[in-house]
């Protein structure tokens, strides 16, 4: 018997007890209801996942699912806000219950980690298409942007660079030695909320790396009015990414490798000893605009663009 839409729903979403006190009113009705507290302003973000274009066409229901969610939370580290309640529509080519049992674990499962409510979406059918919009909340003022980096100021990310983007590789069929780190950074990122909340009031200013390294620090560059210098040798590498680099001469690849949705961002020098566990300096903020990697004793300007749907 074919799943009515509202039964898919009630089977597969809604399915845990609000966990926010912030959400009022969720699955069920025509609209979700949420209380924004006095002297808190909402930060709210949106993106869609397209059946070979984001993921794969054999793509792990049960991580696709952790990913969808992952990247929207990562918005929200990027901006200092704390995720409290997320939408969710569905577009599917057919009711497969085995998937959507896999794939609403996997979505539910970080949900409930990060006190995230399901609070409404929508199912329709088609070629298999998912978005999400999660919503937090960031006190008056003390959101994390883009344009606020000064000349001085020190760039640090948090985590290695370039591990999902081996991960890519070796979907694609490259054979690397121990593959389970890049495939799981690859496959599940972990949002670095906590660490997008610590810096609040440290960080001039933020955002996640999803299209690599060069192109996202470029967007602070642009709206910051500003440019930079990186140093290569102090890019934070995995030993699979170092191998891979020793092997194919690559060395650009943690530079310009996308979905590692850790955090980039800029701090004065004296507030580096505040900065959480596991952040790593890179580079410097400098007046002479463009972007500038230090490497075996040269220093080359350095150009990345990141992923165009329409170029």
Known sequence: MAVAEFDLIRRYFAVHTPQHPFNRLGIGDDCALLDVPAGYQLAVTADTMVENVHFFA??????????????????????????????????????????????SRGFINLAREYRVDLIGGDTTSGPLTMTVQAIGVVPQGMALLRSGAKIGDLIYVTGQLGNAGLGLKIKQGYACADPELALRC?????????????????????????????????????????????????????????????????????????????????????????????????????????????????????????????S
């Open 58 to 103: 054999d793509a792990d229901p049960e991580q696709l699912g952790h990913k969808l969610l992952a990247v929207n939370l990562s918005d929200l580290a990027a901006m200092g806000a704390e995720p409290f309640a997320a939408t969710l529509a569905l577009t599917l080519p057919k009711v497969d219950e085995t998937w959507l049992q896999a794939f």
């Open 186 to 310: 690859f496959n599940q990122p972990r949002p670095r909320v906590s660490e997008g909340l610590a810096l609040r009031g440290i960080a001039h200013a933020c955002i996640d790396i999803s299209d690599g390294l060069a192109a996202d620090l470029g967007h602070i560059l642009e709206k910051s009015g500003v440019g930079a210098c990186l140093e290569w040798k102090s890019l934070p590498l995995s030993i699979p990414m170092q191998d891979y680099i020793a092997q194919n001469d690559d060395w650009s690849l943690p530079l310009v490798a996308g979905d590692d949705y850790e955090l980039c961002f800029t701090v004065p020098a004296d507030f580096a000893e505040a900065l959480p566990e596991g952040c790593f300096c890179v580079g410097v903020i400098e007046a002479e605009p463009g972007l500038r990697v230090k490497r075996g004793g040269r220093v080359d300007a350095f150009e990345a663009k990141g992923f165009e749907h329409f």
